[in-house]
């Protein structure tokens, strides 16, 4: 056996040194599962807590006639507990969080939804049923959030998480070491690293640490895992690099196939019930957000109109589902003579020429105006884009639109970018946005096209919240 915890580089970021430098020690698995789970308990309580004070205010504003959720509350927080442990939120180390957000959202519709069938059948006490319904929307947001708070807090502490042993070749685990912080920020403890495994190393690992062992070499753990000392591990995860690459990790299932197992890829987009889904949430969230972002629609025409001479609204011709041209419209970010002082300003910087040729974008865009600068810091820029979404040719989640220049960059990824609608939002804008390649950019847009579904919309629309406030990538 050959440990390499001490020879892989600990990377640049300082975040990653931070959390290198925890002492970490084996605990039994009892201690270990009560202590990752216990804190995910408390912050689902809390979040629970502050859904139930926002359906109350709500009721009362509007007069709606309320349950009394003293007696209400603690049943719908006893039946989500339930639910939650036994689907696997607690505690919920190494879960996909797109999964993870299914089941918040499951196991909160189905508290809520059982109470109040117990409230209306049985105990036949009327009331309106917007505050449950209010309650149980306001869960499915408040839980992640909080969720993603305490993860970030408890990610830097050294009792937190399930401790593993990590097993692959050299270049798996300096790829996995890379990303320490993340491995630590989704409940994972790494106490050693090992390379080289053979059965008298793997007996000692099994005595020492048998609570988890995560294989992420692409070629052995078969042979590890029909060693009979693998059956004393308490959990064993294996790292198929390759099918995360093509397929990405969202929806991949277990099948039986004969008596042989397999690993199930479900394609969405070819069920029409998904499509219409997926236009039902556009337009239910763009309804709903209608009566908050109409005045503020106004207001910001207005000032668009007053800060530069021009119209107040741009439209692009872009490439839409199916290859076809879409208008798709913003706020005007941009003096009306942008081209030519773009080309003036490439000829006094030529050093910029290759950023713009990546990219298209610049940090320091001399065509943009004052209030166009705020607009795209904020992504307020991209507003009337609702509109398009309304009318079908966009919607709020999706690959970016794309000129027809760019098919060339695209290539064969292109196919499925035509698959689907291009959206206002997408995994490029919470992954970085501006800050990534444009490689980078087609794969993530092929990612989302591999894994589409609702739930990945809303964990994407969930991300985008977090990335506008903190202006992620923005320029």
């Known amino acids: 056996m050959r440990s390499v915890t001490s020879s892989i580089d600990e990377g640049p970021e300082a975040e990653v040194r931070d959390v290198d430098a925890m002492v970490l020690h084996p605990r039994h698995w009892f201690v270990e599962e009560v202590l990752t789970s216990a804190p995910l308990v408390i912050s689902d309580a809390l979040a629970f807590a502050v859904s139930i004070l926002v359906s109350v205010f709500v009721s009362q504003t509007l007069a709606l006639d309320s349950p009394d959720w003293s007696h209400v509350a603690p049943s719908v927080a006893a039946i989500y507990l339930i639910v939650a442990f036994s689907t696997g939120l607690y505690p919920a180390s190494a879960i996909n969080p797109i999964l993870e957000l299914r089941r918040i959202v499951r196991a909160s519709a189905l508290a809520f939804i059982s109470c109040a069938v117990f409230i209306y059948g049985l105990r036949e006490v009327v009331f309106s049923p917007v505050p449950i319904l209010f309650a149980m929307l306001v869960t499915a947001i408040t839980i992640p959030t909080a969720r993603g708070i305490s993860r970030k807090f408890l990610a830097r502490r050294s009792w937190w998480g399930r401790s593993a042993t990590i097993v692959g070749d050299y270049e798996s685990l300096q790829n996995l070491h890379t990303r320490l912080a993340r491995l630590r920020l989704h409940g994972v403890r790494p106490l050693t690293w090992h390379a080289e495994l053979d059965d008298g190393t793997l007996g000692e690992i099994a005595a020492k640490h048998p609570n988890?062992?995560?294989?992420?070499?692409?070629?052995?753990?078969?042979?590890?895992?029909?060693?009979?000392?693998?059956?004393?591990?308490?959990?064993?995860?294996?790292?198929?690099?390759?099918?995360?690459?093509?397929?990405?990790?969202?929806?991949?299932?277990?099948?039986?196939?004969?008596?042989?197992?397999?690993?199930?890829?479900?394609?969405?987009?070819?069920?029409?019930?998904?499509?219409?889904?997926?236009?039902?949430?556009?337009?239910?969230?763009?309804?709903?957000?209608?009566?908050?972002?109409?005045?503020?629609?106004?207001?910001?025409?207005?000032?668009?109109?007053?800060?530069?001479?021009?119209?107040?609204?741009?439209?692009?011709?872009?490439?839409?589902?199916?290859?076809?041209?879409?208008?798709?419209?913003?706020?005007?970010?941009?003096?009306?003579?942008?081209?030519?002082?773009?080309?003036?300003?490439?000829?006094?910087?030529?050093?910029?020429?290759?950023?713009?040729?990546?990219?298209?974008?610049?940090?320091?865009?001399?065509?943009?105006?004052?209030?166009?600068?705020?607009?795209?810091?904020?992504?307020?820029?991209?507003?009337?884009?609702?509109?398009?979404?309304?009318?079908?040719?966009?919607s709020l989640v999706g690959p970016r639109p794309i000129v027809p220049d760019e098919i060339v960059k695209y290539g064969d990824v292109y196919q499925l970018y035509k698959q689907v609608t291009p959206g206002v939002t997408g995994l490029w804008q919470v992954s970085g946005r501006n800050e990534t390649t444009y490689p980078e950019r087609v794969a993530l847009d092929a990612a989302y096209v591999r894994n589409w579904s609702i739930w990945l919309d809303l964990y994407v629309l969930f991300r985008t919240i977090k990335t506008v406030l903190r202006r992620e990538g923005a320029f």
């Open 212 to 394: 988890w062992l995560i294989l992420s070499t692409s070629e052995a753990w078969e042979s590890i895992l029909s060693r009979p000392i693998a059956s004393q591990f308490r959990h064993i995860s294996v790292l198929v690099p390759s099918l995360g690459r093509i397929f990405g990790q969202s929806w991949i299932e277990p099948a039986y196939v004969g008596s042989s197992t397999a690993m199930h890829f479900r394609n969405r987009l070819m069920f029409h019930r998904y499509a219409v889904a997926k236009r039902c949430l556009d337009l239910a969230i763009c309804l709903l957000a209608l009566p908050f972002v109409l005045p503020l629609f106004v207001a910001l025409t207005i000032l668009v109109k007053l800060s530069s001479k021009g119209p107040a609204f741009f439209g692009h011709d872009r490439l839409g589902r199916d290859g076809a041209t879409i208008k798709v419209w913003k706020f005007r970010t941009m003096v009306v003579d942008a081209p030519k002082r773009l080309a003036e300003y490439l000829d006094k910087h030529p050093e910029l020429a290759a950023e713009w040729a990546a990219t298209h974008k610049l940090k320091h865009d001399p065509r943009v105006t004052a209030i166009g600068r705020f607009l795209r810091h904020t992504s307020l820029d991209e507003l009337p884009q609702l509109v398009t979404v309304l009318q079908g040719n966009m």
